[in-house]
């Protein structure tokens, strides 16, 4: 999942519906929110991964640009390693085009062809 630097679901994977995409777009907001009030109360810098372990699944959240983030979840079983590479590829790919421009350009297009 792709979330903007407010929140805003960008982009999913096939299977999430749009109900949940929001509530995990929300989440991963507030995640990042207690992320960046930690670093911030400790001068530990700006948060590049958030990492949630549960007893069935994973949550990992990287940072792409401009505030914007990526978020996977995954198996308990998953390979940490191998998703923070898939990660930082997909972040290095589509970092340069997260720009707020960009962000407001895709949202006024899906606004426009709801409206039509």
């Given at each position: 999942m792709l979330v903007s630097s407010d929140g805003v679901c960008m982009a999913t994977s096939r299977g999430l519906d749009n109900e949940r995409?929001?509530?995990?777009?929300?989440?991963?907001s507030g995640l990042q929110g207690v992320a960046e009030a930690v670093g911030g109360l400790f001068d530990l810098g700006d948060t590049e991964q958030v990492l949630i372990l549960m007893a069935r699944g994973r949550l990992v959240i990287r940072a792409i640009s401009d505030g914007s983030r990526l978020a996977v979840i995954t198996t308990a079983r998953a390979d940490l390693k191998v998703v923070a590479f898939?990660?930082?590829r997909v972040a290095d790919g589509v970092g340069h085009a997260l720009t707020p421009a960009v962000r407001r350009e895709l949202l006024s297009s899906a606004t426009d062809s709801a409206n039509t």
């Amino acid at each position: 999942m792709l979330v903007s630097s407010d929140g805003v679901c960008m982009a999913t994977s096939r299977g999430l519906d749009n109900e949940r995409a929001g509530d995990l777009a929300a989440i991963v907001s507030g995640l990042q929110g207690v992320a960046e009030a930690v670093g911030g109360l400790f001068d530990l810098g700006d948060t590049e991964q958030v990492l949630i372990l549960m007893a069935r699944g994973r949550l990992v959240i990287r940072a792409i640009s401009d505030g914007s983030r990526l978020a996977v979840i995954t198996t308990a079983r998953a390979d940490l390693k191998v998703v923070a590479f898939q990660m930082a590829r997909v972040a290095d790919g589509v970092g340069h085009a997260l720009t707020p421009a960009v962000r407001r350009e895709l949202l006024s297009s899906a606004t426009d062809s709801a409206n039509t």
